[in-house]
């Protein structure tokens, strides 16, 4: 039984920590909110020169052509720093869509400037308030050719291109574009999170290239979703621990009734169960990871429950972060917005807590027993 | 990141199925047990069954060598464990023994007792029990009031100790009492180990929520009256009481794991087939959300002890992750048992004249105590917050005052 990463794995964990803490931690993100930039290219750059942009892209492409375990590491150190950066959508999303579905034009001429930092991808899925389903799919690619309206696309503003989900004759495709194509428009979007910035992106014949099969788009994307859902689930379990911590730091040296907060049963029990949340969502994502990692047909289940569980521990500390540092807490001065923005950004980025429940459920529906360990 | 074993592991593994397959036979389904035995025959089946183990040197694998055991490492305990519950064998007997009682004679016993007493309590001869909880004395166990008295070489014990596991079929037990109460709570403890058949020693079973008393491992209430206990019992010095308490209970704490029953494999059973207005419940979406929520739960649980075993399986000291475990299952068992209940409507209060409570019915009656033994929940979410985050201990008011001056009501 090895249910663990290896010491190479911790390894860059702790560098990647190190890393973000050296950079300035939480004040990247609270830079880029208070200055209402797009993201801090700076921090960006640095993460490109690292090479881990192309930590899983092959050797063959001038990536370091690691796995999915070694991207889980990095972005439980993303997550905990709140990095205000394009990584997940250029390389959980984009990356990962190129090494799965692209043909060997598209990665000859993409993965490597990827790694380079010349290429930075995004995604698109959602179109309208609702959820997105295969068959209410409203951006249509014609004779290679896509019309039609994105919503809540991240990082387009930084992004060079883009996949995205379309409807075609077939059913649905995955397509890649290029954003700085003449016939795009895109619209920044204000949004809970101004850490992280999202766009309305509209398309006008505006040429594309296929992912894949033709009519399998639907497919492709939730796989893509799968995998990204245990990476992201990783970002929920870092900034959970940062807000756990943040909020035991402060019930030690908050003094109220002539002693600490922090002996008192409310406040202990507040974190108990704070820490009881996190615990499971990270024993979650050791799952997704090791599912993720292996390929393995569990990664749809897997996926799910990893992301659920993130999603409720990340939102259950960030918002109790807050509730322990009272009025603070509630400032703009004190860092527990910052978590609680992200929380609520990231538990509906990949779709809403409802919708990877009944993922979740559908996957059980399908198995006639489960193993019981 | 994989489930193998290592290969020693996989022969170590190896060996104990071997064994276990020429002694005794393979589960045939998860619910295959003794439960429908007497009391008198689960004994003697458990006595027999521990006797076969012991003669074949799987009875206490973590003692140490001089004591008869083999050493074995936490890694090695857990597969045995693994591979020990696949087969239809007795359980439930000898865990304190061996788990408590045993560890605590090594450290404090004399040579001559440990000679006398560790062979036929790890040969399942002798059972024994541990008596520490007192009707005044739950979670705080160290304000217990049961009293030693010193006369000559012996002491006299009076006083009432409950929830005590097997005392109704136990030999000997551990117990810890207090011989000042002129001194703070925990200075004025002392531990023994006392013979059960001692004159003055009443066992009553408790009569549980769940209507049941005295089967199996039930709990029961323990009477003192003019105990006498030589000195040469006495565990550790004088007033050293809690201290060999604590060892014990740290034990304990390793012993205690999942809330067994009804769990989420029976939910979703139970949520494909049985049908709700014209279709099966788990088309409902309130059942659906609830079966999620309990799969997060219970495969977190699963992997959080994948990851203690991982740690143990190369030799380091695991987190303290597994410190969730009881709260979770505990409070997941209760909604499952609760859910299941529903599920027949107005039919799920009924008890069927033939099978008795279903298993949803007992997963319900059961775990209100689970959620109590070992460490109540809000006991528990104290230990998270202050060994595992680090947060301070609450003010006592029966810090640094006499037992006796410990104020007890209103």
Redesign the interface.
């Known amino acids: 039984?090895?249910?663990?990463?290896s010491d190479d794995q911790k390894f860059l964990q702790d560098e990647a920590k190190k890393f973000f803490d050296k950079e300035g931690g939480l004040s990247n993100a609270r830079a880029v909110m208070d200055n209402s930039l797009e993201g801090d290219e700076k921090l960006w750059r640095k993460i490109i020169e690292l090479g881990w942009t192309g930590i899983r892209i092959p050797e063959a492409y001038e990536g370091l052509g690691l796995g999915h375990?070694e991207l889980c590491v990095v972005a439980e150190e993303l997550g905990r720093s709140l990095a205000p950066v394009p990584f997940s959508s250029s390389v959980y999303f984009f990356t990962e869509a190129l090494i799965k579905f692209g043909n060997e034009e598209i990665k000859s001429d993409l993965l490597p400037k990827l790694v380079s930092g010349e290429v930075v991808g995004t995604y698109g899925i959602a179109e309208d308030t609702h959820q997105a389903t295969e068959s209410n799919l409203s951006v249509t690619v014609t004779s290679e050719n896509i019309t039609g309206v994105k919503i809540a696309v991240p990082d387009a503003g930084v992004a060079s291109h883009m996949i995205l989900v379309v409807k075609s004759k077939s059913g649905a495709d995955l397509r890649l574009v290029n954003l700085e194509d003449s016939s795009v428009t895109i619209t920044p979007q204000k949004n809970l999170d101004t850490s992280r910035a999202f766009f309305k992106v509209e398309f006008k014949d505006t040429p594309s290239k296929l992912l894949g099969e033709s009519g399998e788009g639907w497919t492709h994307i939730q796989h893509l979703l799968d995998q990204a859902a245990v990476l992201f689930a990783f970002e929920q379990v870092g900034g959970s621990q940062a807000a756990?911590d943040m909020a035991?730091a402060y019930?030690?040296e908050r003094f109220a009734f002539g002693?600490?907060i922090?002996?008192?049963?409310a406040?202990?029990?507040k974190?108990?169960?704070m820490?009881?949340a996190l615990?499971?969502?990270?024993?979650?994502c050791?799952?997704g990871?090791?599912a993720l990692?292996?390929e393995s047909a569990e990664l749809p289940l897997a996926a799910a429950?990893a992301r659920?569980?993130a999603t409720?521990a990340f939102q259950l500390c960030s918002k109790e972060n807050i509730q322990t540092h009272g009025g603070n807490g509630f400032t703009w001065e004190y860092d527990c917005h910052l978590f609680y923005k992200r929380s609520k950004v990231l538990s509906v980025l990949l779709g809403s807590e409802?919708s990877w429940?009944?993922k979740?459920?559908s996957n059980?529906?399908k198995t006639n027993?489960?193993a019981?360990? | 990141m994989d489930f193998n074993d290592t290969p020693e592991q996989a022969k170590f593994r190896a060996k104990c199925r071997e064994w276990l397959e020429a002694n005794a036979e393979l589960k045939e389904n998860k619910s295959g047990g003794h439960s429908d035995s007497t009391l008198e025959d689960h004994l003697k089946v458990a006595k027999a069954w521990q006797q076969k183990k012991y003669e074949a040197g799987w009875a206490m694998l973590h003692w140490p060598k001089e004591y008869g055991g083999i050493e074995a490492s936490p890694i090695e305990r857990i597969i045995w464990g693994q591979e020990e519950a696949k087969f239809n064998v007795p359980g439930g007997i000898f865990e304190i023994g061996l788990g408590m009682c045993g560890p605590v004679m090594m450290q404090y016993a004399t040579e001559e007792q440990k000679d006398r007493y560790l062979a036929p309590m790890a040969e399942g001869k002798e059972i024994w029990c541990q008596l520490f909880s007192e009707p005044a004395a739950g979670s705080d166990v160290a304000g217990l009031r049961s009293k030693a008295e010193r006369d000559g070489d012996d002491w006299i014990i009076n006083g009432q100790k409950v929830w005590t596991s097997g005392a109704h079929y136990s030999d000997y037990g551990i117990l810890v009492v207090r011989h000042d109460p002129d001194v703070a709570k925990h200075k004025g403890l002392t531990f023994f180990f006392v013979d059960m058949k001692s004159p003055g020693i009443t066992v009553k079973p408790i009569k549980q929520i769940t209507g049941q008393a005295g089967t199996g491992a039930g709990f029961n209430e323990v009477y003192f009256d003019d105990v006498r206990i030589p000195d040469s019992q006495r565990l550790g010095e004088i007033g050293d009481g809690w201290k060999v308490a604590i060892t014990t209970l740290m034990n304990e704490r390793l012993a205690v794991g999942d809330a067994k029953g009804s769990d989420i494999e029976e939910a979703l059973i139970l949520s494909k087939t049985k049908d709700d207005a014209g279709e099966a419940m788990i088309k409902n979406d309130s059942v659906r959300e609830k079966l999620a929520d309990w799969f997060c739960e219970a495969n977190g649980l699963k992997y959080t002890k994948f990851r203690t075993i991982s740690a143990l399986s190369k030799g380091e000291a695991p987190g303290p992750e597994a410190s969730i475990t009881k709260i979770v299952s505990a409070n997941k068992l209760q909604e499952i048992g609760n859910f299941g209940i529903d599920s027949g409507d107005m039919a799920g209060m009924l008890i069927d004249e033939n099978d008795g409570v279903s298993s949803f019915q007992g997963a319900w009656l059961g775990a209100p105590g689970l959620r109590i033994a070992g460490g109540t929940d809000e006991i528990l979410r104290n230990v998270i917050a202050e060994r595992v985050l680090g947060l301070p201990q609450d003010p006592r008011a029966d810090k640094g005052i006499a037992f006796k001056d410990i104020p007890t009501k209103a």
């Open positions: 039984m090895n249910l663990d990463f375990l756990l035991k019930s030690m002693r600490q922090g002996s008192y049963q406040i202990k029990h974190l108990a169960d820490y009881i615990t499971l969502a990270k024993s979650n050791y799952y990871a090791w990692s292996s429950t659920v569980s409720k409802a429940k009944e979740l459920v059980l529906e027993t489960l019981k360990g």
